[in-house]
């Protein structure tokens, strides 16, 4: 066993006993690994992986179309680079603006599935830029629900990095308080992406059924942010 499948191996474990039967789906988050690990990564049982960086990961998904992976957008998206995300993912967790989700649903092909769309929350106040703010995200949910390329599934938010477990704690149950506002306004949602390496144990707690881990699969990245 290489050092990576058994991290994978040990993760997966602990994954499956945090489930205890619950369907919670795993997104690999494989930005700055190379199309070896991500390949080596699926055969360990890792069927999607999500990626930042749009031209990072259209060059890996080039060396990697004999697997049948499903890919995830969860970076910040740029409205001149929806085009190839509409070509190259089936979906995306970041949007945070109609004008986004109105590109993508325009540029996604006929002859494909509805992108399937979280609306990224800041669930942090001031201490972070992306995301709707909480009191706008019901509105940007009506706007998206009837776009006719992309399929709204729910939401996603990444709280600031903290050690207090019962801030995290707040930030997750605000999310999962939003989404069930979203659906009594009759708009369905059946996911709630929260939670990475961190803290996926207590976004699971709070409700998270898709959790997105970068570091605890592979090891901790290179600290350099990666050129776009
Ligand atoms: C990098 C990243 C992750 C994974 O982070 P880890 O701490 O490595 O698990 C999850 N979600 C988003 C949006 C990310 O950018």
Request: aromatic share 6%.
């Amino acid at each position: 066993m290489t050092s990576l499948s058994q991290n994978i191996s040990v993760f997966l474990d602990h994954f499956n006993q945090l489930k205890a039967g619950r369907p919670l789906t795993l997104v690999a988050v494989s930005k700055t690994q190379s199309a070896d690990v991500v390949r080596e990564a699926f055969h360990c049982g890792l069927p999607i992986f999500g990626e930042n960086y749009v031209q990072e990961a259209i060059d890996k998904q080039a060396l990697l179309q004999d697997l049948p992976i499903e890919w995830h957008f969860i970076g910040p998206l740029q409205s001149n680079k929806t085009k190839l995300v509409a070509e190259h993912f089936s979906w995306v967790h970041s949007i945070d603006r109609l004008k986004l989700a109105e590109r993508l649903s325009a540029q996604r092909a006929m002859d494909l599935p509805p992108i399937q769309i979280c609306i990224q929350v800041n669930v942090s106040e001031e201490a972070s830029k992306s995301g709707v703010n909480p009191n706008e995200a019901l509105a940007l949910a009506q706007a998206i629900s009837v776009l006719p390329q992309l399929q709204l599934r729910g939401l996603m938010a990444i709280p600031e990095p903290s050690e207090d477990e019962t801030l995290l704690r707040s930030r997750f149950a605000q999310l999962k308080v939003l989404k069930n506002q979203i659906e009594k306004a009759g708009i369905p949602l059946d996911t709630l992406s929260m939670g990475m390496s961190a803290d996926y144990a207590i976004a699971m707690e709070e409700g998270s059924n898709l959790i997105r881990v970068g570091s605890a699969l592979f090891g901790s990245r290179s600290p350099k942010p990666h050129p776009q």
